[in-house]
């Protein structure tokens, strides 16, 4: 089955590098077509993220059309080439083979359009788009698809699942962010292959996960990701009871439409302990940065459910560290659960306004050269001096220098 029909709109200025990239191809007599989810998107109305280019040309034959390119995956056909400003991925059409590790094929026959598109993961995804002529090349009925909403996985399900495991994951983050339902089959053999996430690199586990949880979409990304059943697959004992799951959901769908990945992985792991989320930042390779915000976020969920409660130095060392937006976000979804959530809100803001951010984080009065001028050795108590001294000029009790030195002064008796 092949359908053609024409775009029915101009691309945009961010196509120009890839449409250049296309015509050079076609221009030394290949074939060459925008593909996947750059077609996908324009017919949606959206924005592409990038632009991707197929043709016949082989790898060896695209480096040397082009001045630059880099050799990427030229053994799967992939080059890329700089156009402008920008990298082109360049992709000969071709036919997979084999796939024994889950992730890539084992080796790739080089063919046409239509053999491409077979080997393609969804059926929205595998339309191409001559830029020449602004007409769509759908082989795998994906338009139809796109009409009907729902993410459907290119010819038999399960081969699609067997061959590339991150697959399930790439299913649930497009029904979840187009707001598509994910057709019965292929939602079966998503089921049938959840174990298999358990193979995929950790690391490419995380990046789908930071792709569903930082944009819109990210609670039903959730809920789709409990009812095909790879919930329990994301990481090494991943587990949420019922009450736990609709919570999370909640919680998630409460969020602003732009949030850090840190916040929205803590919502998933608020109601863990510190030792339990340090395994899983671990365990799914988390930057340092992104591990130590979601522990600090979920340490301090609780610090601001009463403003009023809150010491004025534990409230500035929250506010001056670079998540506190974060855990302002945080804390504005525990309180839309509770009763009276504007007031709570109102309050928090209150105290906050009253804070004076130049008093926030301020150079301390007194420092180690004090206390080593005073004859203090360097261990536990030199810290403990410090700190307690620092407390005192954040709570506002000491306002001069000369009232902290007196302070230290006091303090060693």
């Known amino acids: 089955m092949r359908e053609r029909f024409p775009l029915n709109r101009t691309l945009p200025d961010e196509a120009v590098p890839a449409i250049r990239v296309a015509q050079a191809l076609a221009k030394a007599g290949h074939a060459a077509l925008l593909a996947g989810g750059c077609v996908r998107d324009l017919l949606l109305g959206a924005a592409p993220q990038d632009y991707d280019v197929a043709t016949d040309a082989r790898p060896e034959r695209v480096s040397a059309l082009f001045k630059t390119t880099r050799h990427v995956g030229a053994q799967f056909g992939v080059v890329l080439v700089r156009s402008g400003k920008r990298w082109i991925e360049v992709a000969t059409f071709r036919a997979d083979g084999t796939y024994s590790d889950g992730r890539r094929p084992d080796q790739v026959t080089f063919g046409d359009a239509q053999l491409d598109a077979q080997r393609r993961d969804f059926t929205i995804n595998g339309m191409f788009l001559d830029p020449q002529r602004l007409e769509v090349i759908d082989f795998v009925g994906g338009a139809a698809d796109l009409r009907a909403r729902v993410v459907r996985a290119i010819g038999d399900p399960a081969e699609r699942f067997a061959e590339d495991h991150l697959r399930l994951l790439r299913a649930v983050r497009f029904a979840a962010r187009l707001e598509f339902a994910i057709e019965p089959r292929t939602a079966a053999a998503i089921r049938a292959a959840a174990p298999f996430l358990a193979r995929v690199s950790a690391e490419r586990v995380r990046?789908?996960?930071?792709?569903?949880?930082?944009?819109?979409?990210?609670?039903?990304?959730?809920?789709?990701?409990?009812?095909?059943?790879?919930?329990?697959h994301l990481w090494p004992g991943a587990w949420w009871s019922d009450g736990q799951r609709a919570a999370v959901a909640a919680a998630l769908a409460g969020l602003p439409p732009r949030v850090s990945f840190a916040l929205g992985f803590a919502q998933l792991v608020c109601d863990r302990r510190p030792e339990e989320i340090e395994r899983i930042g671990r365990a799914l390779t988390f930057s340092n940065v992104d591990r130590e915000t979601v522990l600090w976020l979920v340490e301090h969920q609780a610090d601001l459910d009463d403003p009023s409660g809150i010491a004025l130095a534990a409230l500035k060392r929250l506010m001056a560290h670079e998540a506190f937006a974060d855990l302002l976000e945080h804390a504005r979804v525990r309180n839309a659960k509770r009763p009276n959530a504007g007031a709570r809100?109102?309050?928090?803001?209150?105290?906050?306004?009253?804070?004076?951010?130049?008093?926030?984080?301020?150079?301390?009065?007194?420092?180690g050269d004090d206390l080593l001028a005073a004859g203090v050795p360097q261990g536990p108590q030199f810290k403990h001096i410090l700190d307690e001294l620092y407390t005192r000029q954040l709570d506002e009790t000491l306002a001069t220098r000369e009232a902290a030195l007196a302070a230290l002064r006091a303090l060693l008796g």
């Not at 789908?208 to 959730?222: D, N, P, T, V, W």
């Open 207 to 232: 990046e789908e996960l930071e792709r569903m949880l930082a944009q819109e979409g990210r609670s039903r990304a959730f809920e789709l990701l409990s009812g095909v059943g790879l919930l329990t």
């Open 345 to 367: 809100t109102a309050a928090l803001q209150h105290r906050l306004a009253a804070v004076d951010p130049a008093l926030v984080r301020p150079p301390p009065f007194v420092t």
